[in-house]
């Protein structure tokens, strides 16, 4: 990587949150269906800006980390969703991921807020684990009959929330770590469902 200093902080206009937005969307591949498209952080801007953090190296953009309230959780108002992080490929393995969450983190606590939260894309699992995050089970699936055969299965682990909701079944398992042998059980008795990981961290 260029040895050049890494600042880190937050937009101080509309214009620059567009841009970190872009840097985010072209590294992620943001698809016009993502569910926090740009006109979602310009409210984030509005309201709690310094959740915002980008990296650069002089003047240009080299990573980000994007936190907002976390909009599917209402009733747990402490919980920031981490939404987006992304460092360009050339500056990676050099600390700046881990240091935009610390910024986002210690931002957060500074706003009262107690939780993080995200879902992890697949490959970074580990570096969210090094960042003192637990992996949590999520398992969705279109059907409202199965939740207590699901209980059954997962018997061994706490559950962190369950529900059926508009034709849906949710289930979040505090499995700490990710259950490689609990995903092909799962999906082998329910092909049609989707399983992920929410991680999650206390800031308190
Ligand atoms: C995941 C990502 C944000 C990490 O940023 P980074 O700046 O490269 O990571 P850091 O240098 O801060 O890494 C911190 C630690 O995590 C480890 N780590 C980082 N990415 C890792 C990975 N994919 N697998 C295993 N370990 C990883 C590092 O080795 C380092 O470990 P150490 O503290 O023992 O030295 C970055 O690789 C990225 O943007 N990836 C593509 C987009 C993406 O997957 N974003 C996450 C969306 S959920």
């Given at each position: 990587m260029n040895k050049t200093k890494i600042t880190y902080g937050f937009p101080q206009s509309k214009e620059e949150v567009k841009s970190a937005y872009r840097f985010v969307q072209q590294l992620l591949e943001i698809k016009l269906t993502h569910p926090r498209q740009e006109e979602y952080y310009l409210d984030v801007f509005e309201t709690l800006p310094s959740l915002l953090i980008v990296a650069k190296s002089q003047e240009s953009i080299v990573g980000c980390a994007f936190?907002?309230?976390?909009?599917?959780?209402?009733?747990?108002i402490g919980e920031i969703l981490i939404g987006e992080l992304c460092?360009?490929?050339n500056f990676q393995g050099n600390n700046i991921g881990k240091t935009?969450?610390?910024?986002?983190?210690?931002?957060?606590?500074?706003?009262?807020?107690?939780?993080?939260?995200?879902?992890a894309r697949r490959g970074a699992e580990p570096f969210y684990f090094k960042c003192g995050f637990s992996a949590n089970f999520f398992f969705q699936i279109e059907n409202t009959n199965c939740l207590e055969e699901l209980k059954k299965l997962?018997?061994?682990?706490?559950?962190?929330?369950?529900?059926?909701?508009?034709?849906?079944t949710r289930l979040t398992l505090e499995t700490i770590n990710m259950v490689p042998k609990l995903e092909q059980q799962i999906s082998a008795r329910f092909p049609d469902g989707y399983i992920?990981?929410?991680?999650t961290k206390k800031i308190d």
């Open positions: 936190g907002s309230k976390n909009p599917f959780n209402k009733e747990e460092v360009h490929p935009l969450l610390t910024r986002l983190e210690t931002n957060a606590k500074k706003e009262g807020f107690t939780a993080l939260i995200l879902g997962t018997i061994k682990y706490p559950i962190r929330k369950a529900e059926i909701d508009e034709g849906w992920h990981y929410a991680f």
